[in-house]
């Protein structure tokens, strides 16, 4: 597939990225000032402990490449991703950065990591001794980190084997460089898992008083007693997400989506809408469809049904002229129709534009409202939208 010609490649690149943006159906706009805001928001709640910044999932969602650059102009010098392939994304755009993959380290995969550049996260004592092996063949003592699981039970040594391994010779063969755990349920301030969390996270660290430190996700960061450790890992809240959830956002909003109104037409009570006619206009109604699907990442079962209705149930919604159009009918794959009878005619017209994300309709109410959380919004924004990067 990497056989087309440079003339075939270049005409193809101004086709899809020049005169379809100008027409493109539905337009991603990333404001890169506001994740380097929100950044610094952070850094400043945590100091003196040191704020990385977490990319995994394509900087969830918003582009690895610009993420990381705007990150490292905002200040940001550490790191965090999935995998390996993720890694050396930052490694090529910021070659001073300090990369940790976080989903630790398969059979054979050590001689992936480029000596001393990039740290595997490790999270059993056979991923410490396969490391301490690579570090022992390539003659140096490379920098990881050790994952501790205080509850997730996901990944990470079991408290007790991490306690033990105070004072073993393994940990001489490479440079424990962080030894982190993670919080299962910190936007719940209240869930008394995390002093649980915190608590057994304290006495590990109290064994290896050496290594450095970190649990605080982004929630974390917002607990009453803010489990700051050396190095804390904010993810979703670089992005806009609240990490307050019921309590007003404190971070600025990093995605904006739009979508341009295909058709508007009028239907009858009884009148069904979408795939298998899930739901039936209760009156006359004004309808218009977006050009926006599931296969973008909207999911589907975000469009009101009958029985959705019925049951109260809020569905998805889209502001139209600034009046919040819900809709109607189950999300196709390309397709969503919204009721836009309350939303001014002048907007609500072929041509007309819908913002999906934006203006108060923020990531965590996208996310209630298709039954899942923000953060699966935001990581599955499709890659069919125009995307235009601000603020750079
Ligand atoms: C994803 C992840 C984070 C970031 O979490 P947010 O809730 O997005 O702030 C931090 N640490 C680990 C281990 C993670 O997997």
């Known amino acids: 597939m990497s056989r087309a010609s440079p003339i075939s490649r270049r005409r193809r690149v101004s086709l899809s990225s020049t005169r379809a943006a100008a027409f493109a159906p539905a337009t991603l706009t990333i404001d890169l000032s506001a994740l380097a805001a929100n950044w610094q928001l952070l850094r400043d709640r945590a100091s003196p402990a040191e704020c990385a910044a977490v990319v995994k999932a394509d900087a969830y969602g918003i582009g690895i490449e610009p993420a990381v650059r705007a990150l490292w102009g905002a200040g940001c010098r550490t790191f965090f991703v999935a995998h390996l392939s993720e890694a050396g994304r930052v490694r090529t755009e910021l070659p001073e950065a300090t990369i940790y993959v976080l989903n630790g380290l398969l059979p054979d995969a050590a001689p992936g990591y480029p000596p001393g550049k990039l740290r595997p996260v490790l999270g059993s004592a056979e991923e410490l001794r396969d490391w301490a092996a690579f570090c022992d063949s390539e003659g140096a003592r490379l920098p990881a980190a050790i994952h501790v699981d205080t509850g997730m039970n996901r990944l990470g040594l079991p408290p007790s084997e991490a306690i033990a391994l105070r004072g073993d010779p393994l ?20 869930d008394p898992v995390n002093a ?10 109290s064994a290896h008083p050496g290594i ?19 190095l804390v890992r904010p993810g979703y809240a670089l992005y806009g997400g609240n990490p307050t959830p019921g309590r007003p956002n404190p971070m600025r909003p990093v995605v904006r989506l739009e ?41 589907r079962v975000a469009g009101a049904t009958d029985a959705d209705a019925e049951a109260g149930l ?22 969503i129709v919204l009721d836009v009878t309350d939303a001014p005619a ?3 017209k072929r041509g007309g534009t819908a913002v999906l994300i934006g203006d108060g309709l923020d990531l965590d109410e996208v996310g209630r409202r298709a039954g899942t959380i923000g953060y699966e919004i935001l990581t599955g924004l499709g890659r069919r939208y125009a995307r235009r990067y601000v603020g750079a």
């Open 171 to 190: 940990l001489t063969h490479f440079e424990p460089a962080l030894l982190m755990s993670h919080l299962v349920a910190a936007e719940v301030a209240q």
């Open 314 to 335: 809020d569905r998805g919604a889209a502001l139209v002229g600034g009046v919040l159009c819900p809709f109607v009918g189950r999300v196709s794959m390309d397709l």
């Open 196 to 205: 649980a969390q915190i608590a057994a996270f304290a006495a590990i660290r």
């Open 212 to 230: 450095p430190g970190s649990l605080a996700n982004c929630s974390g960061l917002f607990l009453p007693e803010a489990p700051m450790h050396d």
């Open 346 to 348: 002048s907007e609500a």
């Open 259 to 299: 979508a341009r109104i295909l058709q508007v037409r009028e239907i009858g009570p009884g009148d069904r809408v979408g795939y298998n006619g899930r739901w039936s206009a209760p009156g006359r109604r004004r309808v218009a469809t977006l050009s926006v699907g599931y296969a973008d990442g909207y999911p």
